[in-house]
């Protein structure tokens, strides 16, 4: 077996430490076989590792299945809990819901500030004056001819990052799908 391959596994083994010994070792026996079966099909170490993910969201994915297995308390299975979180939590229980929050408020912003651009402009032009939207600068604040320029420049800007959070949101949902069916 390749040297990127077996300190991948040590990669694995070291993040499934709050397992029990015997659990571990299957763990690992099982990914080496596949990783063997891979390499008998003429997979490069490079092509398996990239098939199985990383060695982080793997651990975790065993450490989830494993805390859904055995519901009972022990301490074992608190030091479990807590490896599982801290390989898998941050990105499910912080990152996640904030990339989505943010996302989403990002895209009604990048929808809403071009078209107040456009209302304040258009009310110039009618001669009313819209005293709580201007773009302002420092103490320069922008004509309303500028003013929906600017704001609609502002705007896409906001929507293209309120579309990437939410397509990086979705990718990851869809990355811890794919890790959990395939571990069932």
Do not use: H
Request: include cysteine; glycine fraction near 10%; charged fraction near 20%.
């Amino acid at each position: 077996m390749d040297t990127a391959l077996e300190l991948y596994l040590e990669k694995i083994d070291r993040r499934l430490r709050p397992m029990p010994l015997s659990e571990r070792a299957d763990i690992v026996r099982e990914i080496k076989s596949g990783m063997l079966e891979l390499e008998s099909l003429g997979l490069r170490p490079e092509e398996i590792t990239a098939r199985l993910g990383s060695p982080r969201e793997l651990a975790a994915a065993y450490l989830g299945e494993a805390i859904v297995k055995n519901p009972r308390f022990s301490f074992r299975r608190l030091g479990t809990m807590a490896a599982f979180y801290s390989l898998a939590g941050l990105g499910g229980m912080i990152v996640l819901p904030a990339a989505s929050i943010t996302a989403v408020t990002f895209l009604a912003c990048g929808a809403l500030i071009p078209a107040m651009g456009l209302g304040a402009f258009l009310a110039s032009l009618l001669g009313v004056q819209v005293p709580w939207y201007m773009v302002r600068l420092g103490s320069w604040t922008a004509p309303p001819a500028l003013a929906f320029p600017i704001s609609a420049a502002v705007g896409l800007l906001l929507l293209l990052a309120g579309r990437g959070l939410w397509r990086a949101s979705v990718g990851f949902v869809r990355m811890v799908q794919k890790k959990r069916r395939s571990l069932t």
